[in-house]
């Protein structure tokens, strides 16, 4: 059994934090789940582009406001507590938080830990990945 808090997450390798967002990894591809379960933060007035096209990703909002929109039609969808969004489809999006916003993150296949965004918003496979990603 897997038994970790964000408290013992934090400030070690598996805290991942850039100018909008500070993502914390409970579970990465190493525990052997299948998927990876983060909780991140979104910092009040950012906004990010990405594109999840090696993972699925499902998002569920615990706290704050914001809203994202898919690049291919424009449609905005207001992201509050309670509220889950799954880029079933590899979406490119764009989030933006109106406010602070604590969000639990699902990624198919799961993340190592390492993966920041690229310049397309991608989280780029790492090597070993690309046969499983499938």
Same mark, same amino acid.
């Given at each position: 059994?897997?038994?970790? !808090?964000?408290?013992?997450?934090?400030?070690?390798?598996?805290?991942?934090? %850039?100018?909008?967002?500070? !993502?914390?990894?409970? /579970?990465?591809?190493?525990? &052997?789940? &299948?998927?990876? +379960?983060?909780?991140?933060?979104? +910092?009040? &007035? %950012?906004?990010?582009?990405?594109?999840?096209?090696?993972?699925?990703?499902?998002?569920?909002?615990?706290? *704050?406001?914001?809203?994202?929109?898919?690049?291919?039609? &424009?449609?905005?969808?207001?992201? *509050?507590? $309670?509220?889950?969004?799954?880029?079933?489809?590899?979406?490119?999006?764009?989030?933006?938080?109106?406010?602070?916003?604590?969000?639990?993150?699902?990624?198919?296949?799961? +993340?190592? *830990?390492?993966?920041?965004?690229?310049?397309?918003?991608?989280?780029?496979? /790492?090597? $070993?990945?690309?046969?499983?990603?499938?």
């Amino acid at each position: 059994m897997i038994v970790r !808090s964000v408290k013992e997450v934090r400030g070690t390798e598996r805290e991942v934090e %850039t100018p909008n967002w500070v !993502s914390r990894r409970l /579970l990465l591809k190493s525990d &052997g789940m &299948g998927f990876s +379960l983060h909780e991140t933060t979104v +910092l009040p &007035g %950012t906004e990010t582009n990405m594109w999840y096209a090696h993972h699925l990703e499902a998002v569920y909002c615990i706290e *704050g406001e914001g809203e994202v929109e898919t690049a291919a039609d &424009g449609a905005v969808h207001r992201i *509050g507590p $309670g509220v889950v969004y799954a880029l079933d489809r590899h979406d490119r999006h764009r989030l933006r938080a109106r406010t602070r916003m604590r969000l639990v993150c699902v990624f198919n296949p799961p +993340l190592t *830990g390492r993966e920041v965004h690229d310049e397309n918003g991608v989280y780029p496979l /790492l090597a $070993g990945e690309a046969a499983a990603a499938g």
